[in-house]
């Protein structure tokens, strides 16, 4: 599925339309340049999931934990992770999963993991893969369903 938003608020709204689909993958992987989007749909998920605390990319800290807040969810965390600033070629990715806390955030059937820059650590497989490209004077958002 191919969508284009011309805003950031596009953006957010297509965010919490597509949040369905988002909550049934469970773990997402989000792929783009900088600034192609991704961290403003993340906060349309935030929004959508009753999250009123400010979102923003965890680019120094690799991670950002919050609690949902939507009732009746069976999702009681989202872990917003950025591996942008991970080496592209680490030699044990296994262990700094283990060590940002990616593999305990994946294995709580309470969370939904969403992670930018996701070829960092190949081995993370998603169920959805959400690709954003700039385009001149918008965003172009694919879905794969993995």
Known sequence: MQYTTQSPEETQKLAKTLLPNILNKKIIHLAGNLGSGKTTFVKGIGKALGINKLIKSPTYTYTNTYQIKTPNSKL???????????????????????????????NNPEALVIIEWPERIPHIKALLQITFEQQKDHHVIRLNIC
């Open 76 to 106: 009681k965390t989202l872990h917003h992770f950025d591996l942008y600033r991970l080496p592209e070629h680490l030699e044990n990715p296994h262990q700094t999963a283990a060590e940002i806390g990616l593999d305990n955030a994946i």
